[in-house]
């Protein structure tokens, strides 16, 4: 019988378990274990030790249980007779599902019962080596990953095809119909579905030291010639369409409602500026005004100022002429006689005494009104008195402008006072 003297494993990654072909080894035996390994001892089908990744010199000082293993060899060698297993501890990719028949569900959006089918891929890794040797390997000769769901997605025993067919099967339906996914969108869900699936799945493949530590639903058939999916679209379809209508219905409104508002708000905007502009146009012209009323006024202060005299005698002269022009230039009176005249002499004096006593006028700016109007009656005194109207007095003239015939205290051009007048 030929011993080997190395114990080792390099073979394809797609493989789960490797029973080393021989099964009697010398002492000093090396075993080599890769970093993604693990190996695995077994006498009369139970397990004597596992060993991680590493090197080792098989001898019984180092390994105790190989005492139980020592057979005696020809030759007087000691040899031990064992099961070695290698299991690789990668993650398996890409292995490919399949459900082998439709699967019939209740769609809750609109009570119809459709058939799909489902398909994807998973990924599966060992985490448990005694396990997986004990439950699924026992004594043949290793697990391969296309032993798993088969040579294809839809045909083959693969070991674990069964269990993958019926938990995505018992689930789907009921992942539907709690989540309330409608079917049409049902590729907008793959990863809920997914996620929900591969939680059921592993609870039972932990029973076998496996786990799937992803799994995905990559696709789902519809039966898009079934008359019940057929109806199915057209009723998402309406009320799709319905939906949007709304939809834009309530954005115009929104917009006009917005629309109104900026009016309005644009609207008293306007109204406030435009009031702004009327406030702010009275305001310069009313400091216009009062400019042009400043200056005319100082113009006429600087006038009476270079002629020499007040603004109490500019007064006294301007009442003066208006009383000549208004109010004492002769005429009849009510009667028809001459006794008019002095009637309006008397009224213009009662009316500048009036004016003073309003305007609070001192005695000093009265008294030459009053001289005015009174010298102005004693002019018309002469004409007054008879029955027949007698010429005027030739008066006097003006030392300062020239004016002749002034019967007035005061010059009516110049205001200058008659130089002969008390």
Same mark, same amino acid.
């Given at each position: 019988m030929?011993?080997? *003297? /190395?114990?080792?494993?390099?073979?394809?990654?797609?493989?789960?378990?490797?029973?080393?072909?021989?099964?009697? =080894?010398? =002492?000093?035996t090396q075993l080599i274990v890769h970093e993604t390994q693990q190996a695995l001892f077994l006498k009369d089908g139970k397990i004597v030790n596992l060993?991680? $990744?590493?090197?080792?010199?098989? #001898?019984? =000082?180092?390994?105790?249980?190989?005492?139980?293993?020592?057979? @005696?060899?020809?030759?007087?060698?000691?040899?031990?007779?064992?099961?070695?297993? =290698?299991?690789?501890?990668?993650? #398996?990719?890409?292995?490919?599902?399949?459900?082998?028949?439709?699967?019939?569900?209740?769609?809750?959006?609109?009570?119809?019962?459709?058939?799909?089918?489902? *398909?994807?891929?998973?990924? @599966?890794?060992?985490?448990?080596?005694?396990?997986? /040797?004990?439950?699924m390997v026992g004594t043949t000769e290793g697990l391969l990953q296309s032993e798993v769901m088969g040579d294809g997605v839809s045909y083959g025993t693969g070991k674990f095809k069964a269990l993958v067919m019926n938990k995505v099967k018992s689930n789907i339906a009921r992942i539907i119909k709690e989540q309330n996914i409608n079917i049409l969108e049902i590729d907008s869900y793959l990863d809920i579905?997914?996620?929900?699936?591969?939680?059921?799945?592993?609870?039972?493949?932990?029973e076998y030291g496996l786990v799937m530590p992803e799994f995905y639903v990559t696709s789902i058939t519809t039966p898009d010639d079934d008359p019940n999916f057929i109806k199915l679209k057209q009723q998402f379809a309406d009320r799709t369409l319905k939906?949007?209508?709304?939809? /834009?219905?309530?954005?115009?409104?929104?917009?006009?409602?917005?629309?109104?508002?900026?009016? $309005?708000?644009t609207e008293a905007q306007l109204k406030m500026v435009s009031a702004q502009g009327e406030a702010e146009a009275i305001r310069i012209k009313a400091e216009a005004e009062a400019q042009a009323y400043k200056m005319q006024a100082e113009a006429e202060a600087a006038e009476m100022k270079m002629k020499g005299y007040t603004y109490q005698q500019e007064t006294a002269r301007q009442v003066g002429l208006e009383a000549m022009q208004n109010g004492i230039t002769g005429g009849s009176g009510a009667g028809g006689g001459s006794g008019a005249g002095i009637?309006?002499? $008397?009224? @213009?004096?009662?009316?500048?005494?009036? %004016?003073?006593?309003?305007?609070? %006028?001192?005695?000093?700016?009265?008294?030459?009104?009053?001289?005015?109007a009174t010298q102005v009656g004693e002019g018309f005194g002469g004409v007054i008195s008879g029955n027949t109207a007698a010429a005027a007095p030739a008066g006097w003239t003006c030392p300062s402008c020239g004016k002749t015939g002034i019967t007035s205290k005061f010059c009516p051009d110049c205001g200058t006072k008659n130089p002969t007048a008390p």
């Open positions: 030929e011993l080997i *003297s /190395v114990i080792k494993y390099e073979g394809s990654n797609e493989v789960f378990v490797h029973k080393h072909p021989n099964e009697d =080894f010398n =002492f000093g060993f991680p $990744a590493g090197r080792y010199t098989l #001898q019984t =000082f180092n390994f105790p249980f190989l005492k139980d293993l020592i057979k @005696l060899g020809t030759g007087g060698e000691n040899i031990f007779h064992a099961e070695v297993y =290698f299991i690789n501890m990668t993650t #398996q990719m890409g292995i490919k599902w399949g459900t082998d028949s439709k699967v019939r569900l209740f769609d809750p959006a609109s009570g119809l019962y459709v058939e799909i089918g489902a *398909s994807g891929n998973f990924n @599966l890794r060992v985490i448990d080596s005694p396990r997986l /040797v004990l439950k579905l997914s996620t929900e699936l591969q939680a059921s799945i592993n609870v039972t493949l932990d939906v949007r209508e709304e939809e /834009v219905r309530k954005a115009e409104a929104e917009a006009a409602q917005s629309r109104k508002i900026l009016e $309005a708000q009637g309006d002499i $008397a009224s @213009l004096g009662v009316t500048l005494g009036a %004016m003073g006593g309003v305007i609070n %006028m001192t005695k000093e700016a009265m008294g030459p009104i009053m001289g005015s």
